[in-house]
């Protein structure tokens, strides 16, 4: 999902496209469809949507539920608690596969970077941070420059 789709689910009813919601699946394996917070809508049914969001409109019990519901998911599918562990994960055995480039050996303009990868340290880069070569390590769970 998209930051612009997470952010309509923290902050109002989204309307999903109906080919989306029939075939694609959140991280819980779940079609989006088959979420009860979401409208859904295509090309063709523009009429239905009209009346889906006039109804929803006259209906405040039914947009507080649907919204809590979106708001709900996307919390729990989102919330860094629940993305920052798989992602870290993912970044650190990227530099154990034996059969391709190691993104530590990819940083030549940070020479320490290896070894203090090597004595346990989070190296950290990002785009902007590999363009301006910014040095960053994690202290915690908070990134910290490294001087």
């Given amino acids: 999902m998209e930051y612009t ?39 063709d049914s523009g009429d239905q949507l009209v009346e889906d969001l006039l109804r929803i409109g006259n209906s405040p019990e039914e947009w507080k539920a649907r ?13 860094i608690e629940t993305l920052a562990p798989k992602f870290l994960e993912d970044i650190m055995t990227l530099g154990k596969k034996p ?7 990819l940083i030549d303009w940070w ?6 990868r090597s004595d346990g340290e989070i190296v950290m880069t990002t785009a902007h941070g590999v363009l301006n070569e910014r040095k960053l390590i994690m202290n915690g ?7």
């Fill in 67 to 79: 919204h809590q519901c979106s708001k709900e998911l996307a919390t729990r599918l989102f919330d």
């Fill in 5 to 43: 789709q997470i952010e309509a689910c923290l902050l109002t009813v989204p309307i999903l496209n109906k080919d989306f919601a029939a075939s694609a699946k959140s991280s819980d394996g779940v079609l989006w469809g088959d979420y009860d917070c979401f409208l859904t809508s295509d090309i």
């Fill in 141 to 147: 769970t908070v990134q910290k420059e490294f001087k």
């Fill in 99 to 105: 059969d391709g480039p190691r993104g530590i050996d």
């Fill in 111 to 116: 020479p320490e970077a290896k070894g203090l």
